[in-house]
C-alpha cells in the first residue's frame, strides 16, 4: 500500500512540473525573416543549428530556396531584433540587420554573395507575408 501511495504522490508531483512548465499559446511568436544571402543547405544547417541553441527559440526553420528564415519563439524570453542579431553573428544578413562582417568573412566561399565571388543564385521573389510584431 505505501508504494502506491509513493507513485501516486510521484505522479501528481510530475504532472504539476510539467504544467507549470508549458507556455501558453499567446506567448508564442512565429515570425519569418528575409535572409537573402542563406541560399543552400549548408546556409541552411549553420543558421538552423547556431539558432536552436538559444532559450525562447522554440522551432527554426530555413527555406534557402526562398531565402527565408521562419523563427518561433517564446516572446517573454526573447525577442525578434536579438534573433535577427543572432542570424547577423552567424554571418548572414537578417531583414535590415547586416551580417557581421567577420562571420561572414568565416563563410565558405559558395556560402557568400555573388558580389563577394559566392555561388548562391539569386531568391525567389515571395510574397509580403505579414511579420509578427511585439
Known amino acids: 500500500m505505501k508504494k502506491f501511495y ?11 512540473i510539467v504544467h507549470a512548465q508549458l507556455i501558453p499559446k499567446k506567448d508564442r511568436v512565429d515570425t519569418i525573416i528575409k535572409t537573402p544571402n542563406a541560399l543552400c543547405v549548408n546556409c541552411k544547417t ?9 532559450d525562447g527559440i522554440t522551432d527554426v526553420i530555413v527555406n534557402f530556396k526562398k531565402g527565408e528564415t521562419r523563427v518561433k519563439f517564446i516572446k517573454d524570453r526573447i525577442n525578434i531584433e536579438e534573433i535577427k542579431a543572432y542570424i547577423a553573428n552567424c554571418g548572414y544578413d537578417a531583414d535590415d540587420v547586416p ?10 566561399n559558395s556560402c557568400k ?3 563577394d565571388g559566392g555561388g548562391h543564385p539569386k531568391p525567389k521573389q ?5 511579420q509578427a510584431q511585439n
Not at 6 to 16: D, F
Open 6 to 16: 509513493v507513485v501516486l504522490v510521484s505522479l501528481m508531483i510530475a504532472t504539476s
Open 46 to 54: 549553420r543558421i538552423e543549428s547556431y539558432l536552436k541553441q538559444y
Open 99 to 108: 551580417a557581421a562582417e567577420d562571420m561572414y568573412k568565416r563563410l565558405p
Open 113 to 115: 554573395k555573388p558580389e
Open 126 to 130: 515571395t510574397s509580403n507575408l505579414p
